[in-house]
């Protein structure tokens, strides 16, 4: 499947996501081993190595249920974390009759590159940002905000509708949505050992005495589980880091191979830069975004480049101007006509009354003079006729 984007490195990208993904799912046994490390440490008096061996064990034997049980997350995730997803976000599918210039804009773009259409959603949000999301050609699917809709333009629609076009043919949907999934079984599997560790450490310690633990050597068996448990969930989350920031650049560029048009890309990037938030949410989904405002500790837990650094890159490589950061008006300010505006037009019975209460001139008729202060302004005619006194 050909690739969009920074073809130099795009092969080399995949073959780097496979493998940290295989890393990742082999995080489950890592956190299995743990959870047997607890338990032969609550129930056994041994030393160290010798707890070692037997939660070994246990491992081995618990492998062939661990892999069914990741398999079947996996499964049900496969089949259903759209309508999961949808139900979160409220997105709903659309049809060309119901948003002919957004799907028109899709449509377009798959047809110059002969690309299979993805399914057209639309969220009601006030957040400007768009996702893709699926696991194949069946299931591919972009979602944009109405807030997008409303306040770029259709050259801007058209580049995130582009970046979100490139995730999806690079393959990094499917990645990305692997990587949640398998995420999610090693936060399950640490939280349930947590949680089985502290109610029988708690049940045991009423029931046993510390010398019945096996001294220190159950001590620092569970210490080894801790620190396994707590490695194991920083490296699923890393991962996702690892695999998110990556392919943000390359679909910034393979949207601006697929509209040739850099600027539009910047000046959509601009307006997207911090009006992203989807407060119903999870950070899952934020992670599938064009943009994620959410922030870590400075940038080391940020899922995606800064706008600055994605703006610099395409510059960069790819040409365009930098606006720079874009003001966007209220959208109640945009809705709301200014006083000043042109006056009024005529309406069906005659002029519309200005703002001093004299009629406003039409096209071919010159304004009547104001009247004096102290004269007393004869009664506009109604529809029907005069007005009484």
Known sequence: MAAYGLYTHIQSNRRRSIALLVGLFFLVYVLVYAGALVAEALSVNADLNTLLQLAWADLLEAAPLATLGTAAWIAIAYYFHQNMIDALTGGREVTRSEMPRLYNLLENLCISRGITMPKLKIMESDALNAFSTGMNEKQYAITVTTALLDRLDDAEVESVLGHELTHIRNGDVRMMVIAVIIAGVVSFFAELIFRLWFYNGFSFGRSRSSSDRGGGGAG??????????????????????????????????????????????????RKIEGRGELPGATSAVMELCVDNPREGFGELFDTHPTVADRVAALIKYAGGHDPGPIALPEPDAEETPAESAEPAAKGPWGAAENGRGSAAASDDQPAAPAAEPDQQSPSSPGPWGPHSG
């Open 220 to 269: 620092l068996a569970i210490l080894v589980a801790i620190v396994l448990l707590v490695v194991a969930y920083a490296l699923s989350f890393i991962i996702r880091l690892a695999l998110s920031r990556a392919r943000e650049y390359l679909a910034d560029a393979g949207s601006v191979e697929l509209t040739q048009n850099p600027d539009a890309m910047i000046s959509a990037l």
